[in-house]
């Protein structure tokens, strides 16, 4: 296992700084720090106890929607219930030019296009989504290049997110987009919501 980088995305995953991290493996903080560096291997007998802290217990739907965003050519985005990426397609890669370790563990607000951002204050931000039931959100996006993300060109997207529960502790948000012409995006309705309070057609 790489163990620098596992150390680092649990970190940013969790929000935690070297010192926190060493208090709960009840280690010193320049240890937690060599390690993350490269200098120091975790001893045999805490390689276990930070095995199930690191390693991301990966439910069979979220397995099963990962292979799905795999094999999409879609924009395609995971987000968990605490609004940080956890997976994304190849094409939504692309279109911000950004790698999986610069997406995976950050909270949504530091990548969010302007057009997302007011989506998701129209909700009562991250946290109302699932305080407000929503199911699945139905909407189009733009964004400006370079707007948060090193994307050369502006590019707009039309598509969906849903609530996935079923078979999880806590739920998923999964959003599956495809882009569209700019032009077309002032033309579209910008967000149709429907939430658990919705009678079910």
């Not at 219930?81 to 610069?102: C, F, G, P, Q, T």
Request: glycine share 4%; hydrophobic share 40%; net charge positive.
């Amino acid at each position: 296992m790489d163990w620098p980088q596992a150390l680092k995305a649990y970190r940013r995953r969790h929000g935690l700084t070297q010192a926190t991290l060493a208090e709960r493996l009840n280690v010193d903080p320049t240890t937690v720090s060599r390690w993350e560096r490269g200098r120091d291997q975790p001893a045999l007998s805490i390689l276990r106890r930070l095995r199930s802290l690191v390693m991301p217990q990966t439910t069979d739907v979220e397995r099963a929607l990962r292979m799905l965003i795999d094999t999409s050519d879609a924009i395609v985005v995971l987000y968990d219930d605490k609004y940080r990426m956890i997976y994304s397609s190849v094409r939504h890669r692309e279109l911000l030019r950004l790698d999986a370790s610069d997406l995976y563990g950050r909270p949504f607000h530091k990548l969010q296009s302007q057009s997302q951002a007011a989506l998701v204050d129209a909700i009562g931000g991250p946290a109302g989504w699932f305080r407000n039931g929503i199911v699945k959100m139905e909407c189009v996006l733009v964004r400006r290049a370079f707007e948060r993300a090193p994307n050369p060109r502006a590019y707009a997207q039309q598509g969906a997110a849903w609530t996935i529960r079923e078979g999880l502790e806590s739920p998923l948000v999964l959003g599956i987009m495809r882009e569209i012409p700019v032009a077309e995006y002032k033309a579209l309705p910008p967000v149709l919501i429907t939430t658990l309070d919705d009678p079910v057609a």
